[in-house]
């Protein structure tokens, strides 16, 4: 029997971050504006006068250095004053300048690769900092059976995908309603929870959780609820997937059979899904946003980080 490992590790979590430093991107959190030129970037220039103040890139730059370093030595958990006053920098260096929604912005779309701490309730102490566990059932509003199998979230990633859904459109439509349409943009907004299962019989099972969501512009007829940077979030679903590169190994389909209570008559495990009637809605606040790093506040103060990866290491 192979045995099926994924832990998260300081040190992997590390070379994530230096692997995907450089790359134009990919959980849940963050910037905002209708477009690049939507953003108003301040120069930050020293005191002395002796001193040429630092340009805009290299201010920017050099704060997205101190938030990476205060993720670090706060074993990436956003809660930390640290982190916070380094997120507080950045908002402040690229703050919106205009009252455009952060989904007309070309940035807002990609692939997300989550850097904090997975945010799932009911986390199970006594392991290690760098470790994250959670009973399957709190990860999936206990939709998921056995709910008290213990999974380890090694990654989390983010892909925000535009919905093109055209079966409203008139051909007739005057270019104020075309404008009104688009203004209203729709993403796929999906968290894909990469975990470990620890089975019964000893052996870790890798596997897929995927929180379904989509989001779309904050409305809001009354002025003092038009909040720049606010986006709604609705989740309406999810579903819990084998590995796409374990189908077919014979000893991973026969634990997944195991480990769900399912017969396995086919060569494909059996993915599980749930839906909701009605979704459950919120919110996130997007405080930066650029060609590489996103940060997002939730309804519930929150704060996640997130880097863009292309789509090949998002999968």
């Not at 301040?42 to 006068?49: E, H, I, M, R, V």
Request: charge should be negative.
């Amino acid at each position: 029997m192979r045995t099926y490992k994924c832990a998260t590790t300081a040190s992997g979590r590390a070379a994530r971050l230096a692997t995907n430093t450089c790359i134009i991107h990919g959980v849940l959190l963050l910037p905002l504006l209708c477009s690049i030129d939507a953003f108003s970037i301040s120069t930050a220039g020293g005191t002395n006068p002796k001193q040429p103040p630092q340009s805009a890139s290299a201010t920017i730059n050099q704060a997205k250095q101190n938030l990476r370093q205060a993720l670090k030595t706060s074993n990436y958990r956003s809660e930390t004053e640290a982190v916070q006053a380094a997120v507080r920098e950045l908002a402040e260096l690229n703050a919106p300048s205009n009252e455009a929604d952060p989904c007309s912005s070309p940035l807002f779309e990609g692939h997300w690769l989550g850097l904090t701490a997975p945010t799932f309730p009911g986390r199970i102490e006594g392991t290690p900092d760098d470790v994250y566990k959670f009973k399957l059932g709190r990860m999936s509003f206990n939709q998921f059976q056995p709910a008290d199998l213990v999974c380890t979230v090694d990654r989390i990633v983010n892909p925000v995908i535009p919905i093109n859904d055209d079966s409203d459109s008139d051909s007739d439509s005057s270019a104020d309603d075309e404008a009104a349409a688009a203004s209203l943009a729709c993403f796929s907004y999906s968290f894909h929870s990469s975990i470990s299962i620890a089975t019964k019989c000893g052996n870790d099972l890798p596997a897929l959780l995927i929180s379904d969501a989509i989001c779309r512009p904050w409305t809001h007829t009354n002025e003092e609820d038009c909040i720049k940077g606010r986006v709604e979030v609705a989740f309406g679903g999810g579903s819990l997937e084998p590995v796409k590169n374990l189908i077919g190994d014979e000893g991973y389909n026969r634990l997944w059979g195991e480990t769900f209570n399912v017969v396995m008559d086919q060569d494909v495990p059996q993915s599980f899904r749930y839906d909701v009637e009605r979704p459950f809605k919120g919110f996130i606040d997007v405080l930066y946003l650029d060609e590489e790093l996103r940060i997002t506040r939730g309804n519930m103060g929150t704060i996640v980080i997130a880097e863009r990866v292309r789509k090949e290491l998002a999968e």
